[in-house]
């Protein structure tokens, strides 16, 4: 039921030329449709930037492509002080749609090839943890 309504206002967008004729469908129909547009662009950008590991402006992705690993957001830990986490380098993007681009810090002390913590910039002093998924 959530999805018909929608569905039948965004096919009843392209009705009869008689019924667009009428001053009370241009002046409130139109806006109408018009927002419902949005709100399913907007759900689908959501979806799509997830997917894709893009950083919207109201959230990060769930996953993070860094030099050809998977990292995953660590559900437990959510944003914590930059000061935390210590010496830490950037060392990558995250792209934003909306936004500018996160930086991806990785901790200097690492010497490994692979880093199992990446860090990517959620706010002003706010960091956000994602851990490397899959194995070696």
């Known amino acids: 039921m959530g999805l018909a309504v929608p569905i039948l206002v965004v096919a009843s ?11 009370w469908f241009r002046t409130r129909l139109i806006p109408l449709y018009a927002l419902v547009v949005v709100i399913l662009a907007l759900a689908f950008v959501n979806s799509a930037a997830n997917h894709f590991g893009y950083a919207l402006p109201w959230q990060l992705p769930s996953h993070v492509h860094y030099r050809g690993r998977d990292y995953n957001k660590d559900v437990l830990l959510g944003c914590q002080s930059r000061n ?5 380098r950037q060392d990558g993007w995250v792209w934003g749609y909306f936004t500018t681009a996160k ?3 990785v901790s200097a002390r690492s010497g490994l090839p692979t880093p199992t913590a ?9 960091v956000v943890p994602y851990d490397l998924s899959g194995g070696p």
């Open 13 to 23: 967008m392209f009705g009869s030329t008689a019924l667009r004729k009428k001053p």
């Open 84 to 88: 935390q986490q210590g010496a830490a």
């Open 103 to 105: 930086e991806i810090y």
């Open 118 to 126: 990446l860090f990517v910039r959620g706010g002003r002093n706010c």
